[in-house]
């Protein structure tokens, strides 16, 4: 042997060995051998091992490590997690694949968030914002805020404001609450050709329910960036709408809306500027140029 020749090797095996580690393990589960954890839901029964289940759920790890009753249990039952969501799960667990469609989704994300399962809830999460349209963003932006999913919560809201437009004819538009209402339509960043759109999406919203939604009226209507309205379509509204007619505290609005155009002292007030500002940055270009001729431009 050439006395040159290195005397050791380290096999690098990690791919193979965690592949075969893997399968093994699951083999081990299918046929129910040295499994030592019984997961209950209803009457279906899930064979697993305490260490597979602990070892990618921090749930599970306090559950069979620490001072609870079912670490000493052979069986855990659950009530309000998906029979077919815990199901994937455990497939997950030995396995590191999981099935995520428009049917599973809303039943394997708040499994995997009760469990603790960070990778799972992203690629949920992820699954959802590639799903976004108008006639299902207000309901994913209410799903993610309540099991906490803070990115999938901003990108729904962004898909809301940048498409309002298609947003505010669907029917979960019409099924939001006042306040939901108020939180989208003050918001900067309100993608509309002109303000009359958020004024008719309001009035829509109210006569949907008029006897029940009235009385918001006047609220909302603080949201509209009255000013930005021409007097053509302010006067209408003072003269023709019975809603805003029959409201005192609309009135009141419109005609300040009307001053600002007839009125021009009263466009400096703090007030007055918050209500004319953009809902959208408005694009800039700008041309840079130079002796030589040669100039530069940056759109934004």
């Not at 809303?106 to 349209?133: G, H, M």
């Not at 404001?161 to 339509?185: G, K, R, Y």
């Not at 007097?231 to 003072?238: D, G, I, N």
């Not at 703090?270 to 431009?297: D, E, Y």
């Amino acid at each position: 042997m050439d006395q040159s020749s290195p005397t050791y090797m380290l096999a690098n095996l990690t791919h193979l060995h965690s592949e075969q580690l893997l399968q093994g393990l699951n083999l081990l589960r299918q046929h129910h051998e040295l499994c030592d954890i019984i997961l209950r839901v209803g009457d279906v029964k899930i064979h697993a091992h305490k260490v597979v289940l602990a070892s990618i759920s921090p749930y599970f790890k306090a559950m069979f490590t620490g001072n609870l009753s079912e670490k000493e249990n052979s069986e855990v039952e659950f009530q309000c997690v998906d029979e077919a969501a815990l199901q994937a799960i455990v497939e997950y667990a030995y396995t590191g694949t999981v099935f995520i469609s428009q049917d599973t989704v809303e039943s394997l994300l708040p499994a995997a968030n009760l469990l603790q399962i960070k990778l799972v809830v992203k690629e949920c999460c992820a699954f959802l914002e590639s799903q976004l349209d108008p006639g299902n963003c207000i309901g994913i932006s209410r799903f993610a805020e309540t099991y906490g999913c803070h990115d999938l919560y901003l990108a729904a809201n962004k898909y809301i404001c940048q498409n309002f437009e298609d947003v505010c004819q669907t029917e979960e538009f019409f099924e939001l609450t006042h306040s939901e209402l108020d939180e989208i339509v003050s918001n900067d960043c309100l993608n509309v050709v002109t303000e009359e759109t958020v004024f008719y999406a309001l009035e829509s919203w109210i006569k949907y329910d008029v006897q029940e939604r009235q009385k918001y009226l006047a609220q909302l209507l603080h949201c509209v960036r009255l000013p930005l309205l021409s007097v053509k379509f302010l006067t209408r509204l003072y003269e023709a709408n019975h809603l805003i007619r029959d409201d005192h505290t609309c009135k009141h609005l419109l005609n300040e809306a009307l001053k600002y155009h007839f009125m021009p002292e009263h466009r400096l007030s703090h007030q007055t500027m918050l209500m004319t500002r953009p809902r959208c940055a408005p694009k800039v270009l700008c041309a840079v140029g130079g002796k030589a001729g040669l100039f530069a431009c940056l759109e934004r």
